[in-house]
Each structure stands twice: as structure tokens, then as C-alpha cells.
């Protein structure tokens, strides 16, 4: 899932790549987040951790993390 992904925007152009994270208190987020990296890493790219801004798995957390 996340390596599919995170190819799939690399082949568009896309480097600086983030990743909504959900939130602190959620297990799948820290494996989400873990996997990313990683996938990032295979491709031999560093995430910032602004790129992966933590808010509600919403649409309203979505809007937050976007404007953020």
C-alpha cells in the first residue's frame, strides 16, 4: 500500500511527498507513519517531520493540515 503509493507520486515528479497523520492517540497512524518513511528512505528521500502534521482523520483535520 504505502510503497505503491508513495512510487506512484515519486513517478509523477513529486519529492516532497507528506502524509496526513492521524491522530497521537491511534495505533495505525504510528505504523502508517513508520511505513512512509520507510518507503521515502527505499527512494532515497528524508521526510521533514512538518511533513507529516498530525490532525483528526477527517475531512475538517484535513483542511486543518493543509492550511497549516
Known amino acids: 500500500g ?3 503509493a508513495v512510487q506512484h507520486l ?3 515528479g ?3 511527498i507528506a502524509l ?3 491522530a497521537p492517540s491511534a495505533d495505525a497512524p ?3 507513519r513508520e511505513r512512509f518513511i520507510a518507503a521515502m528512505a527505499r527512494h532515497g528521500l528524508t521526510v521533514e517531520s ?3 502534521p498530525r490532525a483528526p482523520n477527517n475531512l ?3 483542511r ?3 492550511e497549516a
Open 30 to 32: 504510528n505504523v502508517r
Open 50 to 52: 512538518s511533513w507529516i
Open 20 to 22: 496526513l497523520d492521524g
Open 14 to 16: 513529486h519529492q516532497r
Open 10 to 12: 515519486l513517478e509523477l
Open 2 to 4: 504505502m510503497e505503491l
Open 64 to 66: 486543518q493540515a493543509g
Open 60 to 62: 475538517g483535520g484535513g
